[in-house]
């Protein structure tokens, strides 16, 4: 195979003008989720036509597949202000009054993981979203007074990884739910390549490509596996990234081509060598691997279950064919087929 170029970075501007966000800041430089990019295209083509704000929207998926940046790249394209808070910082309808008040017309409130905001800050939010008010309770017994402020108009953008933990009243406020899918390592290449050019660091396609192979589908992860790499290349080679030194790379990192890193390998390995390939409940292998079961249900079990190498039972995890085949072990016969079948086991 040819060796491809490298692509080096744009010579006619200057280093100093290059984003040193990585983040895209309009809605065209936005790789990925054509199918959301799309329908957001049309509503601020018809907000601008009207004159009207953006309507309250919720972004929702996993953490890194860019929720965070269509709150900031929104903003941008309606030529408003953004103001950014989240779930846990409210913790009392005091905490998201200034944030009301000082709010302009058309500008966009975003609150990040808005399923943890408290149930007195969600119902206090309530006529906001649907009102552009607030409820002021002064005083207290019998001398309390209600004082109603009126709002300038405004747009809430919430990004939540559990949508299924919002009450059904708040996720109702919201006129646009928009649930953000893994991207492709053709979509996560061209990513890189952007980005790559925006750190001024040379890099080939075909480095582009492995990295993206390796990143499970999240930009988040793609963008720090560049970030490796990148220092890895300045370090022991002239700073431009081929294909040899992302692999070489990768390796030290320990990052292998499905994407597995050496917690989610030493995950499979205790899975498959101490417990015979399960069924095993996650407390037993949490005390095996001396690691807290959060860590392993929110941090490593859910892309050893998305790309099959695991799946949920009844009974407890049992490490699929797929896992065995990865580490080079034999399938035992024993395996019972049954319990192997995704679309039998309960996945929660």
Not at 15 to 31: F, G, N, Q
Not at 152 to 166: D, E, P, Q, W, Y
Request: hydrophobic share 40%; proline share 7%.
């Amino acid at each position: 195979m040819a060796r491809q170029p490298i692509l080096q970075p744009d010579a006619s501007k200057d280093p100093k003008e290059y984003d040193s966000a990585l983040r895209p800041r309009w809605l065209r430089e936005v790789i990925g989720q054509k199918a959301v990019v799309q329908r957001l295209q049309i509503v601020l083509k018809a907000c601008k036509k009207l004159k009207e704000p953006l309507s309250h929207m919720l972004f929702d998926g996993p953490p890194g597949l860019g929720k965070t940046t269509f709150a900031t790249v929104l903003p941008n394209e309606m030529g408003t202000a953004l103001q950014l808070t989240s779930g846990p910082a409210l913790t009392k309808p005091a905490d998201l009054l200034p944030f009301l008040t000082n709010l302009e017309e058309g500008s966009i409130l975003f609150i990040d993981e808005i399923h943890r905001l408290p149930r007195t800050v969600e119902e206090f939010i309530y006529p906001a979203m649907e009102d552009f008010r607030v409820d002021i309770v002064l005083g207290e017994g019998m001398n309390a007074r209600t004082i109603s402020l009126k709002l300038k108009r405004f747009t809430l953008i919430g990004a939540t990884t559990r949508s299924g933990m919002l009450s059904s009243p708040l996720r109702d406020r919201f006129k646009m739910h928009e649930h953000l899918e893994f991207y492709s390592p053709a979509e996560l290449a061209e990513i890189l390549i952007i980005n790559a050019r925006k750190l001024n660091t040379p890099i080939t396609e075909e480095a582009a490509q492995e990295i993206a192979i390796r990143s499970r589908g999240t930009p988040r992860i793609a963008n720090s596996r560049l970030w490796w790499t990148r220092h890895f290349a300045a370090s022991e080679g002239d700073g431009s990234i081929d294909l040899a030194l992302a692999k070489t790379a990768l390796e030290m990192a320990e990052v292998d081509r499905a994407g597995l890193d050496k917690q989610d390998r030493r995950y499979l390995e205790t899975l498959i060598g101490v417990f015979a390939g399960g069924p095993v409940g996650i407390e037993a292998l949490s005390a095996t691997m001396n690691l807290p079961v959060d860590t392993l249900s929110d941090e490593i079990e859910p892309y050893l279950l998305r790309e099959q190498f695991t799946i949920r039972t009844p009974r407890g995890r049992i490490a699929t064919s797929k896992a065995y085949n990865l580490l080079g072990k034999e399938v035992p016969i024993k395996e019972n087929q049954e319990d192997d079948n995704p679309s039998q086991s309960t996945l929660f």
